[in-house]
């Protein structure tokens, strides 16, 4: 390698800037989490609570049923996301494999899709749920939340097949198996990290959505984490450290399943590599 | 074990045709090898054969069975592929072992053969291994086992020895050879290279733009070549073939500068046909000597020498004849240099005759 023209403390300076900007939020919410509301009100202003408390975490499984929240969330994430990455990686398997008629036309209506503003699907999607007889439940998130990602999965997931020789699948196909089979013995573990991208995006998508959930599953039962959280908001107040705690819950368990499942997958997929 | 009988097979992508219409028997145990240059069809052939693409029009059977409509996994075929397509996630052993999985043969079975096969190919060592941490000889013969361990009907190589170095094709050449005399099933191979085609073969496919020129064996595709393509496209260096002309009583073939070179007494009545027609005379290098006339039919000439090329074994010779370049293949000891004029032989009993215009053979 060449010398770099810059000077290195330059690249570290930028890296400085752009790591505090996302993660100064972050940050302020895990140490708010611990204050006392008295504190964070306190001028000057402390960044490191002064007497740390853990009575916000109290409060926030006390208060509400975030439990119920965690369980709604996780499941409608998780199942959205198993719908879309298997509707997405056929789509895209398809684009790329069989002889699809105008795959480009195909990929520019998906793209379009993507582009839609969530908010004029909102009505069409409130009254198609009620008809359906789906409001407050979890399919009337699933089912949305699966499409609304499917573009970028699809997306995605066509750039790791498309890495993937044809013949891999040929071989596959000769050796006994039926194009199903070859796409899951042989195309699916060699795109593991793609399909796990695919998934990740589309549960962090489903974990975070306010907008949808709150129309359409508004029932306190019935509502995923977002929503739920809203409820710690008193009618005159607005207990900012209890909501900082109820965001970590939600945050916390979330990042650790991936980080986890991230190190499974790459890890098992360094031996391989499609090029040999 | 089976033959493969394919007839009038076509095959279009799109509006392109790229088949157009072939007609080959490969006899059971046979092993055939379909030659021709870069984008003749030729691993389009063997895919069809495979049911790795359809057919668009005519008929391909193995065995008695016409396998039109069947997916490749119930012909039961084996393929060695050019880039060895060996699964990247999968060990030496499971990659030899997968076909007989997917078939649900028992594991003992599966030990057995496996370990049969890599002994077979001696990489008995590697079958730990993930195919990326092989060498590109190493990946060839695992690609060969994984087609072997399934004792299929029919194994079908698509160039495979392509990506090898020079050495290693003798080698592996040899190899392939070797199996085939102990399997004895029945192989349809494509190279474009004529060493592998001439080494291997029972018999050899020569196809030209998605048609077959010719089928026969290695000897008389070389000896007895139904087209001036054919002989031009197997031998090295090539035939060389000039335009020419025979009288009108046949005794004589004339090249482009005048010069006239008498037909042999044996060949007068199959060229009578063509005299006063264009036609185009071929001779291999081997039919170029240096020196003066020896046997009947033999006709000395003298040429000028343009390029010579020393192998060890021989020296091809580039020379100037009737105005006209030819090659000659020299003995060693032959000394001669560039500019040079010598005295070469034409060994005429042996020169191929072809219709000036259709390139077909006259019959020799
Ligand atoms: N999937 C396809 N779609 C369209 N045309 C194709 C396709 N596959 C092959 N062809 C065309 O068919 C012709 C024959 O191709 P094929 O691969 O059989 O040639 P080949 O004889 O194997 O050549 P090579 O020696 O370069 O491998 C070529 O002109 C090629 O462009
Ligand atoms: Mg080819």
Redesign the pocket.
């Known amino acids: 390698m060449t010398a770099l023209p810059k000077p290195k403390s330059m690249v570290w300076l930028a890296a400085l800037v752009v790591a505090a900007n996302g993660f100064f939020p972050a940050l302020w919410v895990l140490f708010t989490s611990f204050k006392t509301e008295a504190e964070l009100m306190r001028l000057p202003i402390t960044i490191w609570p002064a007497s740390p408390t853990l009575d916000n975490y109290v409060r926030v499984f006390v208060d509400q049923p975030i439990l119920t929240f965690l369980f709604n969330s996780f499941m409608v994430a998780l199942l959205s996301t198993v719908l879309c990455v298997t509707v997405s990686a056929c789509a895209a398997y398809a684009l790329v494999r069989l002889r699809v008629p105008m795959p480009n036309l195909i990929l520019s209506v998906l793209l379009a899709v993507a582009m839609f503003p969530l908010i004029s699907l909102m009505i069409p999607l409130f009254q198609t749920m009620r008809a359906l007889n789906l409001l407050n439940t979890w399919p009337a998130l699933i089912l949305p939340y699966a499409v609304l990602s499917m573009p970028v999965c699809t997306l995605v997931l066509i750039s790791f097949f498309q890495d993937i020789p044809r013949d891999l699948e040929n071989a596959a196909m000769i050796d006994g198996c039926t194009r199903l089979g070859a796409l899951w013995n042989v195309v699916l573990p060699l795109t593991a990290p793609g399909v796990f991208t695919a998934g990740i995006l589309a549960f962090v998508n489903a974990w975070d959505e306010f907008l949808l959930a709150l129309t359409l599953s508004p029932r306190v039962a019935s509502r995923t984490l977002p929503v739920g959280i809203t409820l710690y908001q008193g009618e005159f107040s607005f207990p900012w450290p209890i909501i900082s705690a109820a965001l970590i819950v939600a945050i916390v368990p979330i990042s650790i399943l991936i980080a986890v499942l991230q190190e499974r997958v790459v890890g098992g997929l360094t031996q391989g590599g499609v090029k040999g | 074990m089976a033959g493969i009988a394919i007839r009038h097979v076509e095959k279009s ?1 799109g509006r ?1 045709q ?1 088949i157009h219409g072939i007609d080959l028997e490969v006899r059971d145990g046979e092993l055939v090898v379909l030659v ?1 240059p ?7 052939l063997l895919r069809m054969i495979a049911g790795l693409e359809g057919v668009t029009g005519g008929e391909i059977a193995i065995g008695d069975t016409v396998v039109n409509d069947l997916p490749p996994r119930a012909r039961d075929i084996a393929m060695v592929f050019q880039d060895y397509a060996l699964y990247p996630h999968k060990s030496v052993y499971d990659n030899m072992a997968f076909g007989l999985r997917m078939r649900g043969s028992p594991k003992a079975e599966i030990d057995t053969r496996v370990n049969e096969a890599a002994e077979i190919l001696q990489i008995g060592h590697l079958l730990d291994r993930r195919p990326g941490q092989l060498s590109g000889g190493q990946r060839q013969r695992v690609a060969m086992g994984r087609a072997i361990v399934r004792r299929p009907k029919v194994f079908l190589f698509d ?1 495979p020895l392509s990506n090898l170095d020079a050495q290693l094709r003798g080698e592996v050449r040899v190899e392939i050879k070797k199996l085939h005399q102990r399997f004895g099933t029945t192989i349809v191979y ?1 190279t ?1 290279d004529q060493v592998e085609a001439m080494t291997l073969a029972d018999r050899i496919a020569v196809l030209r733009g998605g048609r077959l020129e010719q089928f026969a064996t290695p000897y008389d595709i070389y000896n007895r070549p139904a087209s001036r393509f054919v002989a031009s496209f197997m031998g090295s260096p090539p035939m060389t073939v000039v335009p020419a002309a025979i009288s009108a009583d046949g005794h004589h073939i004339a090249l482009q500068d005048g010069t006239s070179l008498p037909i042999p007494e044996a060949r007068r009545p199959t060229v009578q046909a063509a005299s006063g027609r264009p036609v185009a005379l071929g001779l291999r290098p081997e039919h170029v000597r240096p020196g003066e006339a020896r046997d009947a039919g033999d006709v000395a000439v003298d040429a000028r020498v343009e390029v010579i090329e020393p192998l060890g074994s021989e020296t091809l010779t580039w020379l100037t004849i009737g105005g006209r370049s030819m090659t000659g293949r020299f003995p060693p000891e032959q000394a001669v240099q560039p500019g040079q004029t010598v005295r070469v032989t034409l060994a005429m009993s042996r020169m191929h005759l072809f219709d000036g215009e259709t390139g077909a053979a006259i019959a020799a």
Do not use: L, P
């Open positions: 992508f392109a790229v021709g870069s984008g003749c069809g030729k691993s389009t160039e494509v474009h």
